[in-house]
């Protein structure tokens, strides 16, 4: 079966072309995703069910059209930006609330920079590293200002990356004691966004309800809401065919289904509207463990998969086999030279016995534990396909399954791991999506998403800090193509698939893909035909 999957370009265009008199105003958008969120803030995890939820509540400082992320007025109507590109002032949007009916100020937009996203958000560091100071001297007027230039500043207020919390939705003792992650606005949020909590019934659904004091007037343009955690993926197959469901985001459906429902005339099937993101499929590797440590025993699992057949076989053809840490779609910066990660077992078996590491009388070199993402069967299959495949060159797998909390317990606050499947985004510029994973400042206890693997390499910390300061162009390219040719060498992480994100949701649901991120943005056009 073809899949009828929409040009990258034809989604925005409809959701453009919806003039005011075909808007219909009302009703309730339902998506299902799983795992469900385990927070409702991206500063707790930048996990994608998270994201899409949090989103709705919080917003920040701008908003942004297009696949390639153009910056438009938010909670900021207007800014400027120094010769130098050192100072960035913005004047916020007067009359702007929070949930609970207080005012929106610079004083929030301080506390939410410096005591909630630079310490705390996987990417803070990313964005506000050389943050010298905020002045706010009114309470509309924000400067930022900065110890070098950041190609990638305007990018950094989009609501998932620096989501504007209030100073009052924290306790004292939450701040005096710095537990912002475990702080009770977490589970109970505060945003000024289109859409607030109304309830939260764990392992069963989340509503959102319409922000009715929001400060576009006339949106958003739904009532409601509502996510529904439907954990088999067959299940939530069928309840978007029979319209039970509208929205089944970002890959959440089994690919077999995907293929299924694509065919479907009441259903559109989309790899639109994540661009600006660029998943990448990878096995996270803790290289503080010994057999784990030596490059060579990684290159020895880098040969032993055959990532084509992965596409394949695992996932339907999504795909496409990885080559390093950037996407080969980022036009500016993939490093086309790089050669494609090869399929060798008998290379494998060579490097194994090369690092010490002999087959013994039952054939095993060693044992290592895997522990899949908890994303759904997709992950579990992929999982036995590795076992299976690292089993031919003598290493002996034992997968062990955990729960969302348990997993991110276990590989970012314990580090008490030996490999596990992942993916992360690139996001628009290298200097946004990767330095969390592959730098030394990276390794942080209990950051989500980050380098757990414990990776460093005093060279890849300098090529990042010369990359984040220089603008665009070859001496800049020259750095990240080093950056790919080291870590392709090293493997900190096994590459494995560039992801591609399929949205399925039917065609009664209009305006949702405008921009590189709209699964990950607010909302407040969307409407649905009645």
């Known amino acids: 079966m073809k899949l009828r999957y929409l040009a990258a370009t034809i989604p925005f265009l409809l959701a453009g072309s919806a003039s005011a008199q075909d808007i219909t105003r009302g009703g309730t958008l339902t998506y299902s995703y799983n795992p469900e969120p385990a927070a409702l803030s991206t500063i707790a995890t930048t996990s994608v069910p998270v994201v899409i939820a949090a989103t709705k509540i919080y917003e920040s400082l701008l908003e942004f059209e297009g696949p390639s992320l153009d910056p438009k007025p938010g909670l900021a109507e207007k800014w400027e930006i120094s010769d130098d590109k050192l100072t960035y002032t913005f004047h916020l949007r007067p009359g702007v609330k929070w949930h609970d009916g207080k005012p929106f100020t610079s004083q929030d937009v301080k506390f939410s920079i410096e005591k909630v996203v ?65 702080a009770g606005i977490m589970q109970k949020p505060i945003g000024t966004g289109p859409f607030r909590l109304a309830e939260w019934t764990k392992g069963s659904h989340v509503i959102l309800e319409r922000n009715a004091d929001y400060w576009k007037q006339g949106k958003p343009y739904l009532d409601r809401i509502v996510m529904r955690a439907i954990p088999d ?157 690292l089993g031919k060159i003598g290493i002996k797998v034992n997968n062990e399954a955990l729960d969302m909390g348990g997993w991110l317990k276990k590989i970012y606050t314990d580090w008490n791991f030996h490999f596990t499947s992942n993916f992360i985004h690139n996001h628009s510029d290298p200097s946004i999506g990767l ?84 699964l990950y943005s607010n909302w407040d056009s969307v409407w649905i035909k009645k």
Request: glycine share 8%; hydrophobic share 40%; aromatic share 10%.
């Open 118 to 182: 630079k310490p705390f958000h996987s990417r803070g560091q990313t964005y506000f590293g050389t943050l010298q100071a905020i002045d706010t001297p009114d309470d509309l007027t924000v400067i930022f200002r900065l110890g070098a230039p950041v190609p990638f500043f305007m990018k950094a207020f989009q609501p998932g990356e620096s989501p504007m919390m209030p100073r009052h939705g924290f306790t004292e003792e939450e701040i005096a004691q710095n537990r912002i992650r475990q």
């Open 435 to 518: 330095p969390r994973s592959f730098t030394t400042s990276g390794i942080r206890k209990g950051a989500s998403f980050t380098n757990s693997m414990g990776y460093s390499n005093p060279r890849i910390d300098e090529l990042f800090v010369q990359a984040a300061k220089l603008p665009d162009g070859a001496e800049r390219k020259k750095i990240w193509d080093e950056v790919q040719v080291i870590l392709q060498k090293e493997l900190p992480v096994i590459f494995l698939i560039e992801m591609g994100y399929n949205n399925v949701f039917n065609k009664r649901v209009n305006g949702l893909i405008t921009n590189g991120i709209s």
């Open 233 to 389: 993926g067959a299940a939530r197959a069928i309840a978007l065919e029979t319209g039970e469901i509208d929205l089944v985001p970002m890959s959440g459906l089994p690919p077999a289904e995907m293929k299924r429902l694509a065919g479907l005339d009441h259903l559109t099937a989309t790899l639109a509207g994540s661009e600006a993101l660029g998943p990448l499929m990878w096995l996270e590797v803790n290289v503080r463990e010994k057999p784990l440590a030596d490059m060579r025993v990684r290159q020895a699992i880098s040969f032993a998969i055959d990532r084509q057949r992965l596409v394949n076989v695992i996932w339907y053809g999504n795909g496409k086999p990885a080559r390093g840490p950037l996407v080969s779609s980022n036009p500016r910066f993939f490093n086309t030279a790089l050669e494609p990660l090869r399929y060798d077992p008998k290379e494998a078996e060579k490097l194994l016995d090369e690092a010490g590491f002999k087959r013994g009388k039952d054939g095993v070199r060693f044992e290592l534990t895997q522990n899949a993402l908890p994303y759904g069967e997709e992950w579990v299959r992929q999982a036995e396909y590795i076992r299976q495949e």
